[in-house]
């Protein structure tokens, strides 16, 4: 039985190494994986999952519009479809992330979702709880604070390295995000000095 799956967790953590690893190991065996990451994402007009480690992969582009069953189910007519990979997948909708467990419930496909938990203010992303809510299974992989304890939550800093509490949710570029354990991530939010990256 194909199965939803979430693997979560802070910045910096190998979410998209471990997606792209096992798109590799699909295609090594003569399968066909789907790749998807968010168009916040879009390099150069194409979607693209790349890694810190420097291995990347195109994928396709999804948007808060668009309705993933559909998209997977007409990608079927063109060849079976073993595996569906999801990167980013914090900025799914809701709606699209039933949409995806309606691709492992019907299609009988695998879906693998990788993203963040929370923002950078300790609040669930709406891709991510809807993840946490229906997945069949959820995976946390981890990462490590300065301190060397697990790093669950990120703090957004500005260019002097000053801790920022409000703004938009999302903001993508990476290097304003540092991943803490959550004691220093309420120091600090607190107002209390955090090291950079």
Known sequence: MAKLYFSYAAMNAGKSTLLLQAAYNYRERGMRPLLYTS??????????ISSRIGISEPADLYSSEDDLFSTIREETENGKVDCVFVDEAQFLTADQVWQLARVSDRLRIPVMCFGLRTDFQGKLFPGSQQLLAI?????????ICECGSKATMVVRQNADGRVLTDGEQVAIEKSVYVSLCRKHWEEAVSRWPVKGP
């Open 39 to 48: 168009s916040l994402y879009v390099t150069n007009g194409a979607g693209l």
């Open 135 to 143: 997945a069949d299974e959820l995976r946390e992989i981890r990462t």
